[in-house]
């Protein structure tokens, strides 16, 4: 298994970080442009998800940490976790990726530049 997909302990064997695929950037609805990153889910984010409104719900809010950005981004942020449907456009190499991806926008940070290193993230 690779590094970028192997889990980071932090504390203990629940406290998981999920490594980040890559980042992006998008315009919000404010046209400010804020960062986006694409990870792949495990199995305790998932069953969070559907905890907290289903496959019915088209996206989820909540307190994420990042960390392993080499500080860009390290700290807690609001993420906004939504599905990627067609990820072809926006991941071009994952486009035969056999698993779903997921994107976590994060609406109260300004794009400042991508990391150097895509790190880990958590759901607080």
Avoid at 6 to 17: I, P, T, Y
Avoid at 62 to 67: P, T, V
Wanted: hydrophobic letters at 35%.
């Amino acid at each position: 298994m690779s590094k970028s997909k192997k889990k980071k302990m932090v504390n203990n064997k629940q406290d998981m970080l999920t490594p980040i695929i890559e980042w992006k950037q998008i315009y919000s609805n404010d046209d400010t442009i804020v960062p986006i990153f694409f990870f792949e889910p495990t199995l305790e984010i998932l069953t969070l998800l559907r905890s907290n409104g289903g496959p019915s719900n088209r996206c989820w809010t909540f307190n994420i940490l990042i960390s392993g950005t080499n500080g860009l981004y390290d700290g807690i942020s609001r993420g906004i976790i939504d599905q990627v449907v067609n990820h072809t456009g926006c991941l071009p190499d994952y486009a035969d990726h056999p698993s779903p991806l997921y994107s976590i926008s994060l609406p109260d940070v300004s794009f400042t530049l991508y990391p150097s290193k895509n790190g880990y993230f958590q759901i607080l």
